[in-house]
């Protein structure tokens, strides 16, 4: 027999939806994560390129959030600060297996310019691809598609806007291993979404 419909509008103003996580009502975790899962995981998935690690971050932020629910002092909104939280477990989860991740994004380097790139295939018609989802299908496969080092490194510069300097601080890189590994990651995802994108130009590199 299925359980009571929750109302998810009780809690559509974000101190009620604090308020109600901080006397550990259950309506108001169950608002909480329906709310804020997809964009925690999406963002795992971003930096991390496996679903099936991003499941595990995704987990792992909202544990860290409810121990942390009476801390939050509403400075920023909810999304923001769950965004950080995702943010910094994927970047740790990043750093214990760096050893491996270096090895094997060497090797994939060495390789680059003598192995044929693949391509996300045309669509029939990418107007309506675009405005269908398609275009931000490809470039989230294409993101996936990238060696973790480059992936994380295009994600912190592109997607949040983070200086050359922030980013070589958040990954522990000098700042001319950031630009190489952006520059490198602007070429591929180019090949990749080469069927969506016409005449792209390469942005100057001065933040």
């Known amino acids: 027999m299925p359980g009571p419909v929750i109302d998810l509008h009780v809690y559509d103003d974000e101190m ?15 608002c909480f994560v329906k709310r804020y899962a997809p964009m ?13 690690e991003a499941e595990g971050v995704l987990q792992q932020t909202f544990i860290k959030a409810c121990e942390r629910f009476q801390d939050f002092a509403g400075e920023s909104s909810m999304g923001t600060w769950l965004y950080r939280i995702v943010t910094n477990e994927a970047l740790m989860r990043l750093r214990r297996r760096r050893p491996q991740v270096e090895i094997d994004s060497l090797a994939e380097t060495l390789d680059a310019d003598q192995s044929p790139q693949p391509t996300v295939a045309r669509p029939p018609d990418p107007a309506s691809a675009a405005l269908g989802g398609e275009l931000r299908t490809a470039i989230d496969a294409a993101l996936a598609a990238l060696p973790e080092t480059l992936r994380v490194v295009f994600v912190l ?18 700042e001319s291993a950031v630009k190489v590994r952006l520059h490198r990651a602007r070429q591929r995802l180019r090949a990749l979404l080469a069927a969506y994108v016409d005449d792209a130009t390469e942005p100057t590199d001065e933040r």
Do not use: N, P
């Open 40 to 52: 925690v995981y999406g963002r795992a998935l971003r930096l991390l390129g496996d679903a099936d």
């Open 157 to 174: 510069r592109e997607i949040d806007g983070l200086s050359t300097e922030e980013t070589a601080r958040q990954l522990g890189l000098g």
């Open 16 to 30: 009620q939806l604090l308020h109600g996580l901080r006397r550990r009502e259950a309506d108001a975790c169950t």
